[in-house]
């Protein structure tokens, strides 16, 4: 059985979701984690990308779904806030994967649609969805979020309101459609759309508060805190080896503020 503070924390995320938007930073280790929360962040979304390039791997599961579920384990007992894993296209077996999750302590779930740049038959899409759903529930935690990212709006092809009724019916929470950020096309998908929608922003696009009034439900920003990161560390070495100086550097948290992070409780 999973430990009781798992339901808890899928019970949370699913009260997080009850709000008129919910705001999802995208982390990708225990300590990209721990400082959202300390930035106040009630809940966090692993990006898969983040996390594969943390572990010298490309994005588009080139990390083995052994590897993804270690991750996912270590940033869910670091936190004790909600974690939802992102878990691509289900490493070939979605049902095993959700079980994986949820024993790693994972309070919710992103699926994806596509597979080599393709969409998957909108049929067994939603036959995916059902056994995630039914695994869900076999390892008991029944309270998972299931968040089913449609690409429809990545690849251009598709039907979006189609994808969304037949994920709908096979029980998922949230429609995610990555690629999609005109406001008045979101606000026609919102109105006809049988889940709450999610999309994916970052620089240049709508604001949050924007997203917000299009009827947007929920929000994260995909592997761009990552890149930020990395841009970072690129950027403070090149000043370091070409300038000799530390500009970079200055607005970092101080090194007890981040140790103190991972102290025992």
Not at 105 to 112: P, R
């Amino acid at each position: 059985m999973i430990d009781s503070s798992v339901a808890g924390k899928a019970r949370t995320l699913r009260a997080l979701h009850e709000r008129p938007l919910l705001v999802l930073p995208n982390i990708w280790d225990p300590g990209s984690a721990a400082v959202a929360v300390r930035a106040g962040a009630e809940a966090v979304a692993t990006t898969s990308g983040g996390v594969s390039w943390s572990l010298g791997r490309s994005d588009g599961e080139g990390l083995t779904s052994k590897d993804m579920i270690a991750a996912v384990r270590r940033i869910a007992a670091a936190v004790a806030v909600p974690v939802t894993a992102d878990v691509e296209g289900g490493y070939g077996d979605v049902a095993a994967i959700v079980r994986a999750v949820v024993e790693a302590g994972a309070a919710g779930v992103n699926i994806e649609d596509s597979r080599s740049g393709m969409l998957v038959p909108v049929g067994e899409q939603a036959e995916r969805l059902t056994a995630a759903r039914e695994a869900a529930a076999s390892a008991g935690l029944p309270e998972l979020v299931i968040n089913a990212r449609t690409d429809v709006y990545l690849l251009g092809t598709g039907d979006v309101l189609e994808r969304a009724t037949a994920y709908a019916a096979a029980g998922v929470d949230c429609l995610f459609v990555p690629g999609l950020l005109d406001l008045a096309a979101l606000r026609d998908l919102v109105a006809v759309s049988p889940l709450p929608v999610n999309v994916m922003a970052g620089p240049g696009g709508p604001s949050i508060a924007e997203l917000a009034a299009a009827g947007v439900r929920r929000v994260s920003v995909g592997t761009a805190i990552a890149q930020a990161a990395y841009g970072l560390a690129e950027r403070s070495t090149r000043e370091l080896l070409t300038e000799g100086t530390y500009r970079s550097l200055e607005r970092a948290p101080g090194y007890s503020e981040i140790d103190s992070l991972f102290w025992p409780h």
